[in-house]
Nanobody
Framework: QVQLVESGGGLVQAGGSLRLSCEAS????????MGWFRQAPGKEREFVAA???????????DYADSVKGRFTISRDNAKNTVFLQMNSLSPEDTAVYYC???????????????WGQGTQVTVSS
């Protein structure tokens, strides 16, 4: 079993920034892929970003088109933690943000094995 705990959500004005964190515990491996999803009111959950360690300290990251250039995903393998730095936020980014984990970057994008409980991000205009 893997437990994922998100933190860092909150209320921010449009144009501002937030940094989300997701700490993994339990059966975790540095080779696992981790990702972020979000769900806005009345909408389906959507992929935001994912990251997997590829070789030594290198990682591969994927992003949804809607967040490219504004959001950055990173990970600290020593702390089993993944981060999502969100810049230039707009009201359209308002959603509950969920952390997810799977064995591969394709897996975390399509069928994650584990989910966090979510953290609310609200962007005011």
């Amino acid at each position: 079993q893997v437990q994922l705990v998100e933190s860092g959500g909150g209320l921010v004005q449009a144009g501002g920034s937030l940094r989300l964190s997701c700490e993994a515990s339990g059966r975790t491996f540095n080779s696992d892929a981790m990702g972020w999803f979000r769900q806005a009111p009345g909408k389906e959950r959507e992929f935001v970003a994912a990251i997997v360690r590829t070789y030594r300290s290198f990682s591969r990251a994927d992003y949804a088109d809607s967040v490219k250039g504004r959001f950055t995903i990173s990970r600290d393998n020593a702390k089993n933690t993944v981060f999502l730095q969100m810049n230039s936020l707009s009201p359209e980014d308002t959603a509950v943000y969920y952390c997810a984990q799977a064995g591969s970057i394709v897996g975390v994008r399509t069928t994650p094995d584990y989910w966090g409980q979510g953290t609310q991000v609200t962007v005011s205009s």
